[in-house]
């Protein structure tokens, strides 16, 4: 595993778009320092599994790796994670929709998206249906998802 630098160069706009359920069009991206940063880069619990997942969005944008490693459950998480983006197969992810959003228990919730990123110029689409826990920490962590379409 690569280690990565203490400080990636960081967006303004947040790269989730503050992408929610039935978006409004009056909204304007926001910045993120005050979006994904708040939980990647300053350690803020995202109080909800939505906010989690466009954190783990962004941080697959900014190549967070150990953001990403943070909020996967140990049981789930790949061994090899690496969100390097400057390898040369690295994805460039072009922006998030939020489809659904759901608690499903107390400590449990699903989140329905599609990513679209390219990968050599070729464009593809990730839409999953995705399912959170909440552990004993109060912290929101990725589970596993079902690929839909
Ligand atoms: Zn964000």
Not at 39 to 65: C, N, Q
Request: net charge neutral; hydrophobic share 35%; proline share 7%.
């Amino acid at each position: 595993m690569s280690q990565q630098p203490l400080s990636k160069q960081r967006p303004v706009e947040c790269p989730c778009g503050g992408a929610a359920p039935n978006p409004r069009s009056d909204v304007k991206a926001p910045r993120f320092a005050q979006c994904c940063g708040r939980y990647i880069d300053d350690g803020d619990i995202a109080p909800r599994a939505l906010e989690l997942m466009r954190s783990r969005y962004s941080a697959f944008v900014v190549g967070a790796t150990d953001y990403l490693r943070a909020t996967w459950a140990p049981q789930t998480c790949p061994a090899d994670l690496d969100a390097d983006t400057d390898a040369p197969d690295a994805p460039r992810w072009l922006g998030l929709q939020i489809k659904a959003f759901a608690d499903t228990g107390e400590n449990s919730a699903t989140v329905e998206f599609v990513a679209r990123y390219k990968v050599g110029g070729r464009a593809h689409r990730l839409h999953e249906l995705s399912r959170f826990v909440r552990g004993d920490d109060g912290r929101w962590r990725y589970v596993d998802g079902d690929i839909r379409d």
